[in-house]
């Protein structure tokens, strides 16, 4: 999935004691974030160390070159474009084998409290995707919070307005798989009703 | 929600040290529970004390009339039927206040190897009220577990033979309201892609 460089950083973090796999898969995007998402807190050396790679021009994950894998692979469907928020929603989503189009990381989502506004997100790149063509859906995986729904919204706009031919799709919300209805939260249990599906 | 000597005996249960009110909710059925099903740990006296209340003909919640509160209550739609496993998920549902049909509780979930079989739950009296007639649409609302979604299968493939006019529909399976994408499991985050929707 990641570039060599970037899985053997992964690799030797986790090592840490009271470090997962998924805890190191963080840190490369952190190191190299904008200065104010990175902690004060963050060794200055560590911090200004340059990593080998940088974000791929095809705003996917992390690569030695200017596409990343999953973009250089031809077998994927170029028809589809699966937007999430960051590097490790990549990882997630083709741990599950449903997805067989290709990524676009925004890096975040809309946050202004945060001052994270739609210009530091690669919100503009994805619509040159778009306005590109040969596009047939575009599938917003942005978490499912707060700021992850205010941008899936602000996006869906945007490319309605740019290419009404394209689907926009969200993923479902509803019920865990293996999850009892008794402990699921009135939101989550509201959108599973409202999103029922035939059998 | 409840007959009033249920809601009384789910305030006192729910005084005790270290029990909830969700913990209580449970109480009342299972102090009439078949005996299998009842932990024989379980004081012989209170097990056998009777409960001034049964579950209702229309089969949805704990009532001391024949219909319960619910069924009695002619502002709602009788046209659909949720089913769901235990008088509990009831209180769960009313709760998103997305729901304005009726009730049919199962009283439990198909599990052979807990010898919980067709036989033991109410779906007979389920294809009764679909026979009468006058129903559009049934939601089976079981658990998004093994035995829940066993159930569901079960009931779906009934419903379908007796009345083929009739729509079955299930909750939605997907993210829960307010995660992140990188927690969900894969099975969870799969359904969630295989579902998505136009936004």
Known sequence: MHAPPIQRLITE????????????QHWP????????????????RFARSKLRVSPARCASTWPREPLCRICQDARRDGDLICVVEEPVDVISIERTHEFAGRYHVLGGALSPIDGIDPEDLKITELYARVRDGG?????IATNSTTTGEATALH?????R??????????LASGLPVGSDLEYADELTLGRAFAGRRAL
């Open 29 to 44: 995007s952190t190191c190299s974030a904008p200065a104010r998402r990175t902690p004060s807190h963050w060794p200055r």
């Open 155 to 159: 996006i869906a706009a945007g490319v």
């Open 161 to 170: 307005e740019l290419a009404p031919e394209v689907a926009v799709t969200r």
């Open 13 to 24: 973090l986790s090592k840490l004691p009271g470090v997962g796999g998924r805890t190191a």
């Open 135 to 139: 596009v047939r859906e575009v599938v």
